[in-house]
Structure formats: structure tokens, C-alpha cells
């Protein structure tokens, strides 16, 4: 991942995007170093709310347990319960199924891709990627998400 080095300056980041107001993101990486800088790229994005951290899929279920989380950015290949299981531990639960999920791997294994083709993955992305990439993967999954809603409302008002 790309990132600058000025990202916290004064006066950088006065912008606060209305898509991302009141959104606690998850950022879910057994690499300390990669979880800081994705926390540090989605305040450079104008992130204002919590931004928590996980180090494998089980640390994040615990989180989710504690915490409201709207958006999660995790990992593919971590110990204990990787990105997939964790995406599939999501997606069978009640609670927690309409969550934005974003993956985030350095490779594309076999399996991202037969998931992201039958689209049981919202969105992912090859690492390295540009803050840039991040934003704009971000803001398609929340409005995804949005128009998803949005068509169970009208639905059921017909």
C-alpha cells in the first residue's frame, strides 16, 4: 500500500465525507503494520467515527460482539479464521449479514475469486493499492449497500 507520509498533517485532514459520518469501520490484518496504515488511510479519507482493529477473523467476531460496526476491511490470509471464513462466519448470521465487507489480499487464490464471481463478496483488492483505490471501492460498497436497503423498503411497501 501507498501512502504519504504527510497523511496526519495540520490542515490535511479537515474533510469529513458525509458518506462516512457516524461509521465505525473494522480493520481486521494479523500484520500490525498493515492495520495501521489502513486505519491511517481511512482518516486521510476523512473516517471521524471509531476505526477498530482485529488481528484474525476471531479477534473481529469478538469485536463485533462489543462494538457497532458498519464496514469491515479484513484480510485474506490470517491464522485461527482467515478473511473467507470470517466473510462466510457474516453472511450466516442475522445480525451481522448486510455488513460491507471488503477483502483485501496479495494474492487471488482460487477461492476469492469463485466467491467474488458468484458474488458472495461485496468488493476486494490487490494489495498494493493506492488511497485512492481504497476510496473509491469504499464509497461503491456503501452505496451498494444504500440502494440495497433502499429497494427492501420499497419492495415492502408494495
Known amino acids: 500500500m501507498v501512502i504519504d507520509n504527510q497523511i496526519l498533517s495540520p490542515g490535511q485532514n479537515q474533510r469529513v465525507r458525509s458518506e462516512f459520518k457516524g461509521m465505525n469501520f473494522l480493520v481486521v490484518d494479523d ?6 496504515v489502513l ?14 482493529e482485529a488481528g484474525d477473523g476471531l479477534e473481529a467476531i469478538a ?3 462489543e462494538t457497532q460496526i458498519d464496514f469491515i476491511i ?10 473467507l471464513e470470517l466473510h462466510k462466519w457474516l453472511r450466516n448470521s442475522k445480525k451481522f449479514r ?6 483485501i489480499t496479495g494474492e487471488v487464490p ?13 468488493g476486494y483488492l490487490l494489495k498494493p493499492f493506492q488511497l485512492a483505490t481504497l476510496e473509491v471501492k469504499i464509497l461503491e460498497l456503501i452505496k451498494k449497500k444504500q440502494n440495497h436497503a433502499a429497494e427492501k423498503i420499497s419492495f415492502s411497501k408494495a
Open 31 to 36: 500484520m500490525a503494520a498493515i492495520r495501521e
Open 39 to 52: 486505519c491511517l488511510m481511512l482518516v486521510k479519507l476523512g473516517v471521524r467515527e471509531l476505526i477498530e
Open 63 to 65: 469485536k463485533l460482539k
Open 74 to 83: 479484513s484480510d485474506i490470509n490470517m491464522p485461527r479464521l482467515n478473511g
Open 98 to 103: 448486510n455488513i460491507p465487507f471488503l477483502m
Open 110 to 122: 482460487e477461492e476469492t475469486v469463485a466467491a467474488a464471481i458468484v458474488g458472495e463478496l461485496d
